[in-house]
């Protein structure tokens, strides 16, 4: 006869596992100590430039690379790009001290999942881990604007046009979903503002992502500026 003990037992998920990239010792050090200070966040590896960091990525597999931008020997762009193109399972936050536009694009540009400034308290990097690992993206609104706006003036400058033939059909609930994800809106500010589900969210930016062929949610962000569906004021 069973005691009912099992059936109530609470699920233990794994925890996620985390390389820090950054040439500074005693700030990887410092984020290790904050990001780790809860179990279901696992520090499994570090790595002191771009180099090291594909090497730990590719060896350890880990679920999440914090990563500085600016490294020795291989950029953390240049790093991004290329555990993107060998790891697409792993997601990226780039640490930085620049709240630069260039910089932030470049970061989105090479497929990077989230960007967060370094001065930004320790609890907000581990939330942040968690976010991306859970699929969302990681830019605050403001910083959106200044994607947004940055890839515009680019586009103009390329002289790029929106090319709608061929482009995938996106239903009218999808675009408004899109055009909130281009503004830095998290799945559940979407969701409380469109008063669907979060999961309902998740399947949408799913979907969008799918048909579109991206790989991020700041990629859709571009497309939507790209295809003129909507302004960076918007």
């Not at 590719?58 to 790891?87: F, N, Q, Y």
């Amino acid at each position: 006869m069973s005691s009912g003990f099992d059936d109530e037992a609470p699920v233990v998920r794994d925890p996620i596992r985390v390389v820090i990239a950054d040439d500074h010792v005693l700030y990887r050090r410092g984020l290790q100590m904050v990001v780790s200070q809860d179990d279901d966040i696992l520090i499994v590896g570090e790595a002191g430039d771009g180099k090291e960091a594909v090497d730990r990525t590719v060896e350890l597999l880990p679920d999440v690379v914090l990563m500085d931008v600016r490294m020795p020997h291989t950029s953390g762009i240049e790093a991004c790009k290329t555990i993107k193109a060998l790891v697409p399972s792993t997601k990226i936050i780039m640490l930085t001290m620049s709240d630069e536009e260039s910089d932030l694009y470049e970061a989105v540009k090479a497929g990077a999942n989230g960007y967060l400034l370094k001065d930004v308290p320790g609890e907000e990097i581990a939330d942040g881990v968690r976010a991306v690992h859970h699929g969302d993206s990681l830019i605050s609104p403001s910083m959106a604007s200044k994607l947004l706006a940055e890839f515009a003036q680019m586009s103009r400058r390329q002289g790029e046009r929106p090319s709608a033939v061929g482009a995938p059909r996106l239903t009218d609930r999808e675009l408004e979903v899109l055009r909130l994800v281009a503004r830095g809106l998290a799945n559940k500010e979407i969701a409380h503002q469109l008063f669907i589900s979060e999961n309902t969210v998740k399947n949408h930016v799913r979907n969008i992502l799918e048909k579109l062929q991206l790989h991020s949610r700041m990629e859709a962000a571009m497309y939507a500026v790209r295809e003129n569906l909507l302004e960076p004021g918007e």
